[in-house]
């Protein structure tokens, strides 16, 4: 590892403990914690809610695959001659 990555790992490692320290030692870091927890709880509400209806939206789509599927193969235009099959008379 050259010295670069090395003082940028240090630096980093350095940004986020004080980031830390700040939030989980000060009062204002305290405060702001407090404040952002209602936020953070409303985003993990919103990407539960945005997981469910992208669920809900694979489930209509296969559904919708599987419906044109079964209706091809009743459909007379589903098969290869193009439903014009030569009957004897």
Do not use: C
């Not at 003082?7 to 700040?22: D, K």
């Not at 405060?31 to 985003?43: F, G, K, M, T």
């Not at 809900?56 to 599987?66: L, T």
Request: overall charge positive.
């Amino acid at each position: 590892m050259d010295n670069q990555t090395q003082a940028s790992r240090i630096l980093v490692g350095a940004v986020l403990g004080a980031g830390f320290a700040y939030l989980f030692l000060t009062r204002s870091g305290q405060r702001v914690l407090n404040s952002a927890e209602p936020w953070l709880d409303a985003v993990i509400r919103d990407m539960q809610r945005l997981r469910t209806a992208a669920a809900k939206a694979r489930a209509a789509v296969d559904e919708g695959r599987r419906s044109f599927a079964a209706v091809q193969e009743l459909s007379p235009f589903g098969q290869k001659d193009g439903g014009m099959a030569e009957t004897s008379h």
